[in-house]
């Protein structure tokens, strides 16, 4: 199995602050994927991060509030700007591997 | 509209009893994953389904797929309480070439009891 490490796994923070979000995984890919999971509730896909050109968004998702980055192939970040409470969410990112999608252990993410 | 709907959303089984866990998706994908997450952990990969009439089994789980009636099952044969989880099923579906993109059912909380 695949194996994606993510810092930090737990933050709280303060409205109005931004938090990045760091993700490393443990083979070249030229995409990773980062997703939004909140209290109680199933997993939204927020971006494609591809290596070399910008980020595809999804809807409901925009560049200003969620940059990310991609440097390399194995390194992806996902910062949440300006955050409000309603951004508590667990935030994963995720690769395809050898037959199926595999997720990182998560960022769980507290505003007050 | 993209829509994964999973039913029973809360399951509360006995040890020892079958049971199965359904998931419709509203058009044409490429594949159907399963997917158990366990409280404060991420998701951990049990099926991918590929084509019509795919039945996979590990251990106490067996997972099939009809595509033409856009129909997952996972069933659930002499329930333990280690299947205690939240199971997620997740479709890709086959639009701008992104196979990263699952749209994910909301999830059936499975409670196994003694």
């Known amino acids: 199995s695949a194996v994606i490490s993510q810092k930090p796994s737990r933050d709280i923070c303060q409205r109005g602050t931004s938090l990045t979000i760091q993700c490393q995984v443990d083979?070249?890919?030229?995409?990773m994927f980062w997703y939004r999971q909140q209290p109680g509730q199933s997993l939204t896909l927020i971006a494609t991060?591809?290596?070399?050109?910008?980020?595809?968004?999804e809807s409901g998702f925009v560049i200003d509030k969620f940059p990310i980055s991609r440097p390399n192939l194995t390194f992806s970040t996902l910062t949440v700007s300006n955050m409000s409470p309603e951004d508590s969410s667990i935030y994963l990112c995720?690769?395809?591997?050898?037959?199926?999608?595999?997720f990182g252990p998560g960022t769980r993410l507290l505003v007050l | 509209e993209l829509k994964v709907e999973q039913n029973p959303l809360f399951l509360s089984m006995q040890e020892g009893k079958n049971y199965t866990i359904y998931c419709n998706y509203s058009?044409?994908?490429?594949?159907l994953y399963w997917y158990r997450q366990d409280p404060g952990k991420s998701l951990e990969s049990l099926f991918v389904?590929?084509?019509?009439?795919a039945v996979k089994q590990e251990g106490r789980l067996m997972a099939s797929l009809d595509t033409k009636a856009r129909l997952s099952t996972l069933h659930i044969t002499a329930a333990v309480h280690d299947l205690s989880a939240t199971y997620f099923c997740?479709?890709?579906?086959?639009?701008?070439?992104?196979?990263?993109?699952?749209?994910f059912g909301k999830g059936t909380k499975l409670s196994v009891k003694p």
């Open positions: 995720s690769k395809l591997g050898l037959g199926t999608q595999y």
């Open positions: 083979s070249q890919v030229t995409m």
């Open positions: 991060a591809n290596q070399g050109s910008e980020a595809t968004y």
């Open positions: 058009t044409t994908s490429d594949r």
């Open positions: 389904l590929l084509s019509n009439g």
């Open positions: 997740a479709v890709v579906f086959a639009y701008g070439g992104s196979q990263g993109n699952l749209i």
